[in-house]
Structures are given as C-alpha cells and as structure tokens.
C-alpha cells in the first residue's frame, strides 16, 4: 500500500495511510502512516460502529496536519472497546 | 474452491486472530520495498475543504466488476474503479489474505465511503471515483504494480480533482 500512496503522491495528491501493523508501515512507508492498535481487516473499527469508524477516519484525515514530514507516523491512542470515540459531527466535539 | 485457495483462508483466518504473529512477521519476515527516499506533496487546501479520494489494498471491488486474481501465487496487482456514489451493498471483497468476516458484514470496517460522505456538513467532499487493489502483490504483479496500475490510478485521482487520498488496508 505504501508502494501505491508513494506513486500518488509523487503526482502531486497527499496521501494518508491507515495501517494496524506497525512493522510493515515502518518497512515501506507511505508519505503520511496513521497507526490504529486494531485487528486486522478493521482497521476502522467494529462492523456497525459507525461512530468509531467516522472518529477514527476524521483522526486520519487530521494526520494530513499533524505530520510534516515524510514517512511520518502517528498512532492513535484507541484502545478498541475499552476507548470512548467522540463523534466529529457531534455538537461540542471540537470540530463541528 | 481449489486446495490453495482453502489453504490461504485458512491460513489467515489463524493470523487475523493471531494478531502477535502477524505483528512479529511484519517486523521481522518482510523486507522493504520502494526506495528510501518518500515522495512529498504539501496540501494546497485544509482536508475538510478538499475533495477526498479513497484507495484500499484490502480487495474491495463493485460486485458487478470482475474478482481479483485469487489464483496467481504473485497477487493481483489490477485495480478496480468504485463509484462515490455507490451502495455499500454493491461492493464485495475478493482477498484470501486476510479473514474478512468483519467486513463482509459491514464493508466500512475496511473501506470508510459511507463514514466519508457523512463527514459532508464538515465540508468534507468526496470524489467521484475511489480505488480498490488487493494488497498481495510479489514479483512480477508489484512490478506491474509500480509501473502501470499504481500510475493510471494515480493520473485518474489527478483528472478528477483530488485533494487529499486516504488509503486503507485489509
């Protein structure tokens, strides 16, 4: 995926990548790497939890400020069910 | 279902659960690809002004669009083109590299286009068209990968007017 998001981004286009393996994000990284301490193959979240997945999508796209340099890598602090996910496009969240 | 196939689901049914194995094998078992140097593009607009782009590695692809390559040992490295306006109903998932039973039920979990179009109010628009690999490519097919597949979606993203691409994994 990082092969994919560098050739994207070489044309011009920033690029987040989400990943739940860190190791693998540290081997090829993608411009801009968003790590999320999930399972593989829901790297959003849980099937149905649809506020979890929009936090944890609104945090990677807020990777696009956070990190300045390439092959940056943040990790999110979500710790699957035991987190508490704010939702973006509640009032009061901070972003709406 | 030919007996390699079987082997694969099986296969990453036991690491999707497995997730230290998964964790130690990516540390330790994969070696980079690419070069050292990482590509660099400033934003030119806030993301919650732009126009969003998806592109997963994670097979997801319109059911009415031809499955990935499950047969080739090197991967698939095609890609298939995904409406922004699709249903989520419409897509499906063709990868025996990972145990997509969470995103079978709910293909969000891996492909966040409904989660995306609902971040609207914020600003946030979504592009016409995202992107769907299947992120098992070796030899050969990442050689296609990096010389033709990854390019066209990447000159697609340019002739839409994409922002800002957000990519996902399996």
């Known amino acids: 995926m990082g092969l994919i998001a560098r050739e994207v981004e070489g044309h011009g286009i920033p690029t987040v990548a989400l990943s739940v393996l860190g190791g693998a994000t540290a081997k090829t990284p993608a411009p801009r790497n968003v790590v999320v301490r999930f399972r593989l193959g829901q790297v959003l979240g849980e099937p149905g939890a649809v ?13 696009f400020a956070l990190i300045a340099q390439p092959g940056g890598v943040i990790e999110l602090s979500y710790r699957w ?7 973006p496009l509640e009032p009061g969240s901070g972003v709406s | 279902m030919s007996l390699r196939r079987a082997w694969h689901r099986l296969l990453s049914s036991w690491y ?10 990516a540390r330790w078992g994969l070696v980079p690809v690419g070069g050292a140097v990482v590509p ?22 319109p059911r009415s669009a031809p499955p990935f390559d499950m047969e080739n040992p090197r991967g698939d490295a095609s890609f298939r083109e995904i409406r922004g306006d699709v249903a989520a109903s419409q ?8 145990d ?3 995103a079978d039920l709910d293909v969000n979990t891996v492909f966040p286009l409904e989660r995306l179009r609902e971040l609207a109010p914020l600003g946030v628009r979504v592009a016409p068209r ?9 030899g050969a097919e990442r050689e296609r990968l990096t ?24």
């Open chain 1, 51 to 63: 506020v979890q997945q929009r936090r944890v999508l609104w945090d990677a796209l807020g990777a």
């Open chain 1, 81 to 87: 069910k035991r987190s508490t996910y704010v939702d």
């Open chain 2, 16 to 25: 999707t659960r497995a997730h230290w194995w998964a964790t130690l094998y």
């Open chain 2, 40 to 61: 660099w593009a400033a934003p030119r607009v806030p993301f919650h002004h732009g126009r969003i782009a998806l592109v997963t590695a994670a097979g997801v692809h």
């Open chain 2, 91 to 98: 897509l499906m998932i063709t990868h025996d590299y990972y």
């Open chain 2, 100 to 102: 997509h039973a969470a």
């Open chain 2, 130 to 138: 995202h992107f769907g690999f299947m992120g098992h490519v070796l």
């Open chain 2, 147 to 170: 010389r033709e597949t990854a390019p066209e979606v990447a000159r697609r993203l340019v002739a839409d007017g994409v922002t800002h691409a957000v990519f996902t994994p399996g």
